[in-house]
């Protein structure tokens, strides 16, 4: 098997949608994923923001793949940050569970991270839920720590 990654295009648009909407499917069994949920505003069409991020100079949409075949997606954007120096954000990162332990997601964050370092980028961030040991393992496997702690609180007494 062969890992390999390449840029999205619009006419991924099918094998972007049914990616995208796995991801979505995985959170409310994740604690803090239905806070995620509620927060997103493309929750409605969560393909939308992939295929508006394909036509944004900001922002980069890669497909990983096994033997040519599609099976997880990474975007990432980057932006001037207060001291005026860029910073990326992997925004999703999804690899389908059946290719999880192959290399993709290994190939598909290699690759967004040098993307970023040729845009200028000087860091890298993205988000792991509270509990999702599995995410955390993985982004410290490419040495990226935790750097805050996001707390949430109902206030409607769920």
């Known amino acids: 098997m062969e890992e390999s990654v390449r840029h999205a295009v619009q006419s991924d648009h099918p094998v972007l949608q049914m990616l995208v909407e796995a991801a979505r499917s995985e959170l409310p069994d994740k604690k803090g994923g239905d806070v995620i949920h509620r927060l997103d505003k493309y929750s409605v069409d969560p393909v939308v923001r992939a295929l508006e991020a394909i036509e944004d100079p900001s922002?980069?949409?890669?497909?990983?793949?096994?033997?040519?075949?599609?099976v997880g997606y990474g975007l990432m954007t980057v932006g001037k940050v207060v001291d005026g120096t860029l910073h990326a954000v992997v925004?999703?990162?999804?690899?389908?569970?059946?290719?999880?332990?192959?290399?993709?997601?290994?190939?598909?964050?290699?690759?967004?991270?040098?993307?970023?370092?040729?845009?200028?980028?000087?860091?890298?961030q993205s988000l792991a839920l509270p509990g999702d040991?599995?995410?955390?393992?993985?982004?410290?496997s490419q040495g990226m720590v935790a750097r805050s702690i996001m707390v949430h609180r109902w206030l409607d007494g769920r």
Request: hydrophobic share 50%.
């Open 59 to 70: 922002a980069t949409v890669l497909l990983g793949a096994i033997d040519g075949t599609p």
């Open 91 to 124: 925004e999703e990162l999804y690899v389908d569970p059946g290719a999880r332990a192959v290399g993709v997601g290994e190939v598909l964050i290699e690759a967004l991270m040098a993307d970023a370092r040729s845009r200028g980028a000087i860091a890298i």
């Open 133 to 140: 040991r599995a995410t955390k393992n993985f982004f410290e």
